[in-house]
T-cell receptor, first 114, second 112 residues
Framework: KAGVTQTPRYLIKTRGQQVTLSCSPISGHRSVSWYQQTPGQGLQFLFEYFSETQRNKGNFPGRFSGRQFSNSRSEMNVSTLELGDSALYLC?????????????FGPGTRLLVL | SQQGEEDPQALSIQEGENATMNCSYKTSINNLQWYRQNSGRGLVHLILIRSNEREKHSGRLRVTLDTSKKSSSLLITASRAADTASYFCATDEALYGQNFVFGPGTRLSVLP
């Protein structure tokens, strides 16, 4: 069974631009969570989607948004990019809920904002 | 502030030695999980321990959980160079709407 895939793996953008990252969960998994990882803040939860609905949201500004499609694939969008948005963005999937079960992580998308 | 806090922040040992990492958390949890991350890549799940469990083993890994002290430890026995990675604990306490909170991690270096 294929693991969690994320595209693209690397991305360079400039301040003010927007970016869309994609995540394909493990087949059959319905919960997808997104995390931001930076050296200064560590791993921080962005949001979780289940059956196309956002179920939980972390403490991030509204520039960060996401969605989930009927096939459980998820996208996250960051608008009006800032230098501080440079980070590794990780996607994780699980069967039903991320807090009671093992999450399986993708390799991440490394975003650099210049 | 983060729920899970690993200790130490960095650990350097020789191959064959045991490595122990600790994690403390602040509020009640349903479960605690340990993950490994190799050099800026995705996280790999190691082990999940539920709040009603005290100890769990998986290969060379041993995890303990003390809910009275709100702490957990991860022991890696007979370490190998391939164990070099960052190790994170994660708890399921909901804070600010989050449902999964990671600690800052322990960076383990296993020297050959």
């Amino acid at each position: 069974k294929a693991g969690v895939t994320q595209t693209p793996r690397y991305l360079i953008k400039t301040r003010g631009q927007q970016v869309t990252l994609s995540c394909s969960p493990i087949s059959g998994h319905r919960s997808v969570s997104w995390y931001q990882q930076t050296p200064g803040q560590g791993l921080q939860f962005l949001f979780e989607y289940f059956s196309e609905t956002q179920r939980n949201k972390g403490n991030f500004p509204g520039r960060f948004s996401g969605r989930q499609f009927s096939n459980s694939r998820s996208e996250m969008n960051v608008s009006t990019l800032e230098l501080g948005d440079s980070a590794l963005y990780l996607c994780a999937s699980s069967w039903i809920t991320s807090d009671q079960e093992t999450q399986y992580f993708g390799p991440g998308t490394r975003l650099l904002v210049l | 502030s983060q729920q899970g806090e690993e200790d130490p922040q960095a650990l350097s040992i020789q191959e064959g030695e045991n490595a122990t990492m600790n994690c403390s958390y602040k509020t009640s949890i349903n479960n605690l999980q340990w993950y490994r991350q190799n050099s800026g890549r995705g996280l790999v799940h190691l082990i999940l321990i539920r709040s009603n469990e005290r100890e769990k083993h998986s290969g060379r890994l041993r995890v303990t959980l003390d809910t009275s002290k709100k702490s957990s430890s991860l022991l890696i026995t007979a370490s190998r160079a391939a164990d070099t990675a960052s190790y994170f604990c994660a708890t399921d306490e909901a804070l600010y709407g989050q449902n999964f909170v990671f600690g800052p991690g322990t960076r383990l270096s296993v020297l050959p």
